[in-house]
């Protein structure tokens, strides 16, 4: 059975759900062994899910961010890395297909890899001297244009999904000028190598290792686009990373719970979870649950039924959402850890490994300081005008 083919988002919910139950029992294979899960990734690819994005004029069912959402949340409670990583290809083919930012032809030739063979793309922006784009470093990769073709060079860190991609959207800068701009590499063009250096205590199985190109050549119709400076768009699917954690932090909310309504120590009668202190820890974790799902699902809905012009005014409350639901997913799993005690510290105990997991969102942009910056300047212009 295909996503593609049902019809309700209930449907296609439950038909995720039994897919991912597997990725449970994997998870910690992968985590112990850094190694990337491309069982589950095969899995996904088999009932089509790298595909639900794509817009319904090319084939796909376009599905709204909110539902989305609910499909991330779904996996990450299954298994954090591989929800973060497909999340990337998810996203990105969801906002490539609704703001028309490629040329017609290349775009109907990625969805078309995508729907036929499961193909994925991430982004590679991040270096090793100039960290995350978002804090606008000018890329040392560079492309220059020689005899029709453009010739890219560089390394990039952090490239999500890099054993399995497909595609490879680049950000290089133009020699001879000061423009940066994208480009789309495929994965098995000469030059394109992998470097295993992906040695995060978080997320280890998102296969984040390092692209190097070496002079690789691009036809010219490989430039994708050039990025202008300034205030950057809002981009809503990025709300897949605080998704994402917040299924991390449900996973360890229902894990301590069951825990706590299970474990019957001989110094009493009946289970902890009868014990004050559990119950308030257990009380604290559903409050900030709820906090979290009604900030990402309400501006996820808010975005949803707005038109281009509201959605670039919503800066802030997504940058606001990200802030809020990574962090208190941090608090949720700390409060499980509490309540489930030593034993959470066991290697055998997923509550480690979500620890070591949900922190890794105050890392994904954007960065909490530029956040909270960004609101004071809203504050003060608002008082200001």
């Known amino acids: 059975m295909k996503l593609l083919e049902l019809s309700t988002h209930e449907e296609r919910l439950d038909l995720l759900k039994q897919v991912v139950k597997p990725f449970l029992e994997r998870a910690d294979k992968h985590d112990k062994e850094i190694s990337f899960p491309f069982d589950n990734f095969q899995d996904l690819k088999e009932i089509g899910y790298p595909a639900v994005t794509i817009p319904k004029q090319y084939g796909g069912l376009g599905i709204s961010l909110s539902e989305l959402l609910q499909f991330q949340e779904v996996i990450a409670k299954a298994d954090g890395s591989t929800a973060l990583a497909i999340g990337w290809h998810m996203g990105l083919v969801k906002h490539i297909g609704e703001n028309h930012s490629w040329k017609e032809d290349q775009y109907r030739k990625l969805v078309q890899d995508i729907m036929e063979k499961g193909s994925l793309i991430n982004a590679a922006a991040t270096e090793p001297a100039t960290g995350s784009p978002t804090r606008g470093g000018r890329p040392e990769t560079t492309a220059r244009k020689e005899n029709g073709k453009w010739i890219i060079s560089g390394r990039k860190t952090f490239t999500t999904l890099a054993p399995t991609l497909d595609y490879i959207i680049v950000r290089a800068s133009i020699e001879g000028t000061d423009k940066v701009g994208n480009f789309l590499v495929k994965h098995n063009l000469k030059g394109v190598k992998i470097v295993e250096t992906w040695d995060s205590i978080a997320m280890r199985a998102t296969g984040s290792h390092d692209l ?94 707005s038109d281009y012009e509201t959605r670039q005014k919503m800066q802030s409350e997504l940058g606001a959402a990200k802030y809020t639901i990574v962090n208190q997913a941090v608090k949720i799993v700390d409060l499980a850890m509490r309540i489930v005690g030593a034993r959470s510290l066991s290697e055998k105990n997923p509550l480690q490994r979500y620890y070591r997991d949900v922190r890794a969102g105050i890392h994904n942009p954007p960065m909490d300081d530029m956040i909270i910056t960004q609101l004071a300047k809203k504050a003060i212009n608002e008082i200001e005008n």
Do not use: R
């Not at 690789?216 to 809503?236: I, R, S, W, Y």
């Not at 004050?276 to 649950?289: A, C, D, N, R």
């Open 212 to 305: 190097v190109l070496e002079q690789v050549e691009l036809e010219e119709n490989d430039f994708l686009e050039e990025l202008q400076g300034g205030k950057a768009p809002a981009t809503g699917w990025l709300l897949h990373i605080p998704a994402c954690y917040n299924g991390i932090a449900k996973a360890a909310k229902e894990y301590a719970t069951h825990f706590a309504t299970t474990y019957s120590p001989n110094s009493m009668e009946g289970t902890i979870s009868t014990i004050p202190s559990v119950q308030q820890k257990i009380g604290e974790m559903e409050l900030l649950t709820m906090q979290n799902d009604q900030f990402l699902y309400g501006v996820a809905a808010k975005w949803d039924q």
